[in-house]
């Protein structure tokens, strides 16, 4: 027996009158996963986050929830509840009121004693014992975020949905409540469904990152996967930080391909797409494959500019004559990493198998990025 | 004015023993007595419009409440709380107010609350200003030339007339206590429509989509979120125009044929027809009193049930 997908999209778009805010989208979230919807502003995450909430219908496609299609369902009868992007928690209301809130409204009527029974499991649950006659407006951000967490996870909804839940928050707190949604998520057992525009904490929290751009999903796959084996040259510059190095097919023999870089250098890399000789191809490499040494061996030579030193390692960019700048981190302990200074000729060496070739998109900007938007968008 | 000396005085006042930094002190003091300066300058004419207008009749008039009605008219001075012991004579016309200003304040709100949520919530946004135009528009031509023009159209040649031309006979609109409801409706409701559309609109949409994902039906959600949370416009509606309808006896005279009188009658008859100006003092006291008590509870009971810090009537 296969599972039933706790959230199923078949074929959704959605459209804002000329403008397409979600393309043709098919995506499974298997039940109990903790899925994380990541990408740049306006690729359509949100939407999708609200068309399973209820507060958009899909244009064209389905969405189910739990095997049902939703189409017609309003939100308040669709067995999911949200955590808003600032928490919308009700301001005429307490603490307490605000979690039994989702409580209240269930027929049949649940009785007082069993309700603020729940609300105070639930206050307990996100370490706000005794909180529950607080005012919205007396607690911290991050009050305020558990108070949201309680309220939508008292009513035992079968999907939990977090529209940039931690973007409010300051940088620790934000790592403190990533691991506690994460431990939360595995207490509990329902489906976490998490939108965000930060890849790290996407690549921290989730069991599975939906990379997606101009509307449609890029790359569905585990944190690790995404980060090591991205499907196109967007998932490989949007996660994690990355040095893309253009060059021309020289050379192909079955998963590889021979690189000829602009300085006349040839590399060895990994494609994940067919490829041809003499396309123009980026090659991604990611800062920890690269190695520095002292000048003399093979690789690519190049001077220190910048240290930038970071407690635990250190990047440094270095300026390749005819590549450009590229970006490599060094584990600060072995100490491997201190032995260059700014202005210090070095030589870069990678591992076999970390280079990336991907297909260039069409016309040959100077900004990666850039193109490969609007690639994707057209 | 001695030139050479004014120049020297401050200096000579301070003598020196200052310790250093106190020049900045110094200045930073004038700075702030120019500051202070201008904030006086630019209070002023609201402060005498306030004491010429407001504060001086309204001391005025408390002490003609506590003197004597002049033998042929106006006001005696004395000390007597006579006219206050007086206000049972006025009782009916108290309790006609009475009943007439909440009556017609909740008439009002009625009817504005469904027109405020739809202008703030649901109407299309480049219809809006239109729209509030269209509420605010009317308020411009004066209350009198509106309340006349009901009285033609609930008239004997006005609807009724219609309705007797197709077959309806002898309905009467005018002179009756509908047809003051409704001149108090249609007069004051801009008053009511706009404190609510104003707390409508300020009202955070997330909110209700909150409450619809935790599983609250469109009544539950108004009832429970919408509701509560535009109490504050409510209840400045509410207050705004029940104030103005304790002094309201234009209206009624006019739709309502005179028949049953009301404050504004009272006080009009006492200090312009029978020129018992310390009775009429001492019933226009207390309708002040009354009118700052409603205005107090009003304001309590909205902050208590929205949750506000703060409510601001106007």
């Known amino acids: 027996m296969t599972a039933v997908?706790?959230?199923?999209?078949?074929?959704?778009?959605?459209?804002y009158g000329a403008v397409t805010a979600v393309s043709g989208i098919d995506l499974a979230i298997p039940p109990a996963a903790f899925v994380a919807l990541l990408g740049p502003s306006g690729c359509g995450k949100t939407t999708c986050l609200r068309m399973i909430g209820g507060f958009e219908q899909p244009s064209e496609g389905q969405v189910l929830i739990r095997g049902r299609d939703m189409a017609g369902t309003p939100p308040y009868r669709r067995p999911v509840n949200m955590v808003f992007q600032q928490y919308a928690l009700f301001p005429h209301l307490d603490v307490e009121e605000n979690i039994?809130?989702?409580?209240?409204?269930?027929?049949?009527?649940?009785?007082?004693?069993?309700?603020?029974?729940?609300?105070?499991?639930?206050?307990?649950?996100?370490?706000?014992?005794?909180?529950?006659?607080?005012?919205?407006?007396?607690?911290?951000?991050?009050?305020?975020?558990?108070v949201a967490l309680a309220r939508a996870l008292v009513n035992k909804p079968a999907v939990l949905l977090l529209d940039e839940p931690l973007a409010a928050l300051d940088k620790k707190l934000r790592t403190d409540m990533q691991i506690e949604l994460q431990n939360l998520q595995r207490e509990i057992g329902i489906t976490f469904v998490l939108v965000t525009h930060d890849q790290e904490e996407a690549l921290s929290m989730s069991d599975f990152v939906c990379v997606m751009n101009g509307g449609r999903v890029v790359q569905l796959g585990q944190p690790s996967e995404i980060y090591d084996e991205p499907a196109d040259l967007?998932?490989?510059?949007?996660?994690?930080?990355?040095?893309?190095?253009?060059?021309?097919v020289a050379g192909l023999s079955g998963d590889l391909v021979d690189v000829a870089l602009a300085d006349g250098t040839v590399i060895s890399a990994r494609k994940r797409v067919p490829l041809s000789r003499g396309e123009a191809v980026s090659v991604s490499l990611r800062p920890e494959s690269l190695s520095l040494s002292a000048p003399g061996g093979g690789g690519l030579k190049g001077i220190v500019r910048n240290r930038i030193f970071l407690g635990s390692t250190a990047e440094?960019?270095?300026?390749?004559?005819?590549?450009?700048?590229?970006l490599t981190k060094a584990d600060h302990m072995t100490g491997r990493g201190n032995l260059f200074k700014p202005g210090e000729p070095v030589a870069i060496g990678f591992?076999?198998?970390?280079?990336?070739?991907?297909?260039?998109?069409?016309?040959?900007?100077?900004?990666?990025?850039?193109?490969?938007?609007?690639k994707i968008l057209s | 004015m001695s030139g050479p000396d004014h120049k020297s005085d401050p200096g000579n006042a301070t003598g020196g023993q200052l310790p250093a930094g106190s020049e900045a002190a110094f200045s930073m003091r004038g700075t702030l007595l120019r500051k202070n300066l201008m904030t006086a300058l630019l209070l002023a004419p609201a402060t005498l419009w306030l004491v010429v207008f407001l504060v001086l009749p309204f001391v005025a008039i408390a002490i003609f409440s506590v003197g004597e009605r002049a033998p042929e008219g106006g006001y005696q001075a004395a000390f007597t709380l006579a006219q206050y012991a007086n206000l049972p004579a006025r009782a009916t016309a108290f309790w006609n107010t009475m009943v007439l200003a909440p009556v017609g304040a909740f008439a009002c709100l009625l009817v504005a609350y469904p027109v405020a949520y739809y202008l703030a919530l649901r109407a299309p946004e480049r219809w809006r200003l239109i729209l509030l135009a269209l509420v605010v528009i009317p308020f411009w031509t004066s209350l009198l030339m509106?309340?006349?023009?009901?009285?033609?159209?609930?008239?004997?040649?006005?609807?009724?007339?219609?309705?007797?031309?197709?077959?309806i006979e002898d309905v009467r609109l005018i002179n009756t206590p509908g047809a003051v409801l409704l001149g108090i409706v249609y007069g004051y409701l801009p008053l009511m429509i706009l404190p609510i559309y104003v707390s409508l609109e300020r009202l955070d949409r997330r909110l209700l989509e909150a409450s619809a994902d935790l599983g609250a039906t469109p009544?539950?959600?108004?009832?429970?979120?919408?509701?509560?949370?535009?109490?504050?416009?409510?209840?400045?509606?509410?207050?705004?125009?029940?104030?103005?309808?304790?002094?309201?006896?234009l209206i009624p005279t006019l739709l309502g044929g005179g028949k049953v009188f009301f404050i504004g009658n009272a006080l009009v008859d006492l200090f312009l027809q029978s020129r018992n100006w310390p009775f009429g003092s001492a019933i226009a006291i207390t309708l002040v009193l009354v009118s700052v008590v409603v205005l107090i509870a009003a304001n309590r009971i909205s902050a208590r049930l929205s949750g506000a810090r703060r409510v601001d009537l106007i």
Do not use: C
């Open chain 2, 146 to 167: 509106r309340t006349y023009a009901w009285m033609y159209v609930l008239g004997g040649r006005g609807i009724p007339a219609l309705l007797a031309y197709v077959g």
């Open chain 2, 219 to 249: 009544l539950s959600t108004f009832f429970g979120v919408t509701l509560r949370l535009s109490l504050p416009g409510v209840m400045t509606g509410f207050s705004l125009v029940m104030i103005l309808l304790l002094g309201e006896y």
């Open chain 1, 234 to 248: 967007f998932v490989a510059d949007f996660v994690g930080k990355t040095n893309l190095l253009s060059g021309k």
């Open chain 1, 5 to 15: 997908p706790d959230i199923e999209f078949r074929a959704v778009t959605k459209r």
């Open chain 1, 100 to 146: 039994s809130y989702g409580l209240r409204q269930a027929r049949p009527r649940l009785s007082s004693r069993e309700i603020s029974l729940k609300a105070g499991e639930a206050l307990a649950m996100v370490q706000l014992a005794g909180y529950g006659r607080r005012k919205i407006h007396e607690l911290s951000g991050g009050q305020q975020q558990r």
């Open chain 1, 351 to 374: 591992a076999a198998g970390a280079p990336l070739a991907f297909p260039q998109p069409k016309n040959n900007g100077t900004n990666q990025r850039e193109d490969q938007h609007v």
């Open chain 1, 316 to 326: 440094y960019a270095i300026e390749v004559q005819s590549i450009g700048s590229l």
